[in-house]
């Protein structure tokens, strides 16, 4: 294996580990970063500023300060938290903003339970949030009151209900409807309850993320303290021993840690990349409010980022776009995630990002993990599209359908099991149950092990079966987008006769017109195995359909396919 992973055989199972393992402090998620000898951010530190106007931000203190504020107005006006902590569900669909922070600090030491939803939801997904949680309130950012007038609305809940939070041109966090708000400056404040006790932390209850429904309908993800402790506190040990190392040999220590928020904070990329981690790492996090690609590349340039973490699809854009010259030169970190990228395509970004001196690397996770379970560690680089080492404290298997370890080089299920494994779905025992295999969490991943290091194949559900064999369509994505005049490619399935399916592929062009569907299946033709090739057709889109983090929903197109085949059938 390689050198920070191994496997070894335990009770017939194989299990790959880090050569390393960390103690995870016994401390509750604020306390962490907020009060103790971990975090690296002083009080006067600038954590969360505006990217438009950078005048207005939040150190350290005043974020504190506001949190504190915030959660004393949760708790006597609504009555967040004051029965049990870990209970009271709220709800928050906002823009990206830099009091959005001060929002997710407050409930949490209000001891209510933070669940972020996509600011791009219709009224109906988010009441169905609202209502799955048992949400008794629902904050929204200014530019989302209608969306939130509506699905309050259908969730049963009143205007008295619903707060506004907004940062400019001042912090407000007020009632809809009544009159009612916190002094944001000077009123009073509520800290939270310190939590030491392992128990507690495990089963604890803090953070409630939906994930993103591409093979269903989203369920609800409970996260504790103890799973965010970990997620956080774990790839901390070595990257900061890197720096050290690095500094002590007289090597130039890293530039100042400053990323733009450009993800959505309803994902676990976004709350652990913006609401928590820039405090415990001493790091300024830039608000854009809406992505938008001409601002994302000026504000790379002008803020100076040094570090940041996309999906694929961005990094596609990136490597593709002839308007990318300098605007990335001084990124020192870049990382990406949420879906496969393959070594054609890395390698490509890689030549945009750093003055071509940076190598991307690969994080790998979900939301039920907290986030990643492998990571490149600092000073390490693979430029192989592997998913990178498992991180310490944390185990992998790869399994079939049984089961049963699959040989290396040979796809299967990854299982996970360690600290950051969420306890399960909020509300649906038979999910939680129906995820879990004796202690292990199914991750519903394929991948495989090949020479030391892991490969996302496709997901589980999503998996193309043509006579018995596997097409992942993952594979035949990364192939098209290599043509010079497809922007964007998903695959998915197409029953026909006999219980197979056979791939048919969506593509965006980058020019009107530019290819026939025999081009493309002629592309296709001959670069893959004779059962891959594209029996199912080509579709030629104006988009694909993704969720708020750039994930390509194949649901949908599998339901648009679906409509396809009908309308023939109909008209034969």
């Avoid at 953070?207 to 970990?230: D, E, F, Q, R």
């Avoid at 080089?409 to 360690?418: A, D, F, H, K, Y």
């Avoid at 306890?423 to 991948?447: K, Q, R, V």
């Avoid at 569907?517 to 080509?538: D, I, Q």
Wanted: proline share 5%.
């Amino acid at each position: 294996m390689s050198a920070t992973t191994y496997a070894v055989v335990e009770n017939g199972m194989r299990i790959y580990r880090s050569t390393n393992s960390v103690d995870i402090p016994n401390i509750d998620l604020p306390s962490l970063v907020f009060e103790s000898e971990h975090t690296l951010a002083e009080d006067n530190t600038p954590l969360h500023i505006s990217a438009a106007n950078p005048n207005v931000f939040l150190t350290k203190a005043t974020l504190r300060a506001l949190a504190e504020r915030i959660a004393h107005f949760l708790r006597t006006t609504f009555s967040i938290g004051a029965q049990d902590p870990y209970k009271d569900v709220v709800v928050m669909c906002s823009s990206l903003q830099p009091a959005a922070p001060a929002a997710f600090w407050g409930i949490i030491a209000a001891g209510g339970v933070f669940s972020a939803a996509s600011h791009s939801f219709t009224s109906e997904e988010l009441a169905r949030q609202v209502k799955h949680g048992n949400s008794k309130l629902l904050i929204v950012s200014q530019d989302k009151i209608e969306l939130g007038k509506k699905a309050a609305q259908l969730a049963g809940l009143g205007l008295d209900r619903v707060v506004v939070l907004e940062s400019e041109p001042s912090w407000e966090f007020r009632v809809l409807e009544g009159g009612k708000q916190t002094d944001t400056v000077n009123g009073p404040r509520l800290t939270w309850r310190r939590v030491t006790d392992l128990e507690e932390l495990k089963r604890s209850l803090i953070v409630l993320l939906y994930s993103s429904g591409t093979t269903g309908v989203p369920k609800g993800v409970m996260l504790s303290h103890y799973n965010i402790v970990a997620e956080l506190y774990i790839p901390s040990v070595h990257a900061r021993k890197h720096v050290m190392d690095s500094v002590a040999r007289g090597e130039p220590a890293p530039a100042p840690y400053r990323t733009l928020a450009h993800v959505p904070i309803a994902h676990i990329a976004g709350v652990h990349g913006y609401l928590i981690a820039p405090m415990f790492s001493n790091g300024a996090v830039y608000w854009m409010d809406k992505f938008e690609w001409k601002k994302f590349l000026q504000y790379f340039k002008d803020l100076q980022i040094t570090a940041f973490w996309t999906v694929p699809s961005i990094f596609l854009r990136i490597a593709k776009d002839p308007a990318v010259t300098d605007q990335f030169d001084s990124v020192e970190n870049a990382m990406t995630g949420a879906a496969p990228m393959d070594k054609e395509l890395q390698n490509a970004a890689n030549a945009k990002i750093g003055k071509g001196k940076v190598r991307i690397g690969a994080t790998w996770g979900l939301s039920e993990t907290t986030g990643s379970v492998t990571s490149m560690p600092r000073g390490s680089s693979d430029t192989t599209g592997s998913i990178s080492p498992v991180l310490p404290n944390m185990e992998l298997r790869i399994v079939d359908d049984t089961y049963r370890d699959v040989e290396p080089g040979q796809p299967g299920e990854i299982l996970v099991r360690g600290p950051v494994v969420t306890n399960g779905y909020y509300a649906n025992p038979a999910a939680t149950a129906a995820s879990f295999h004796d202690g292990w969490f199914l991750t519903g991943d394929i991948a495989v092990e090949r020479d030391g290091k892991f490969y996302i194949v496709d997901r589980k559900k999503e998996l193309i079966k043509y006579k018995g064999l596997q097409i992942a369509p993952a594979e035949l994505e990364a192939l098209l987008i290599t043509h010079e005049e497809i922007e964007e490619a998903a695959v998915v399935g197409v029953p026909v006769e006999g219980g197979s399916e056979v791939p048919r592929a969506y593509v965006v062009l980058r020019r009107v017109g530019a290819l026939s569907e025999e081009n493309v299946k002629r592309f296709v033709k001959g670069r893959v195995a004779e059962y891959k090739e594209l029996r199912g057709g080509v579709r030629f889109v104006d988009e694909l359909p993704k969720n708020a983090i750039g994930k390509i929903l194949r649901r949908e197109l599998r339901d648009r396919a679906r409509e396809e085949e009908e309308g023939v059938k109909a008209r034969l």
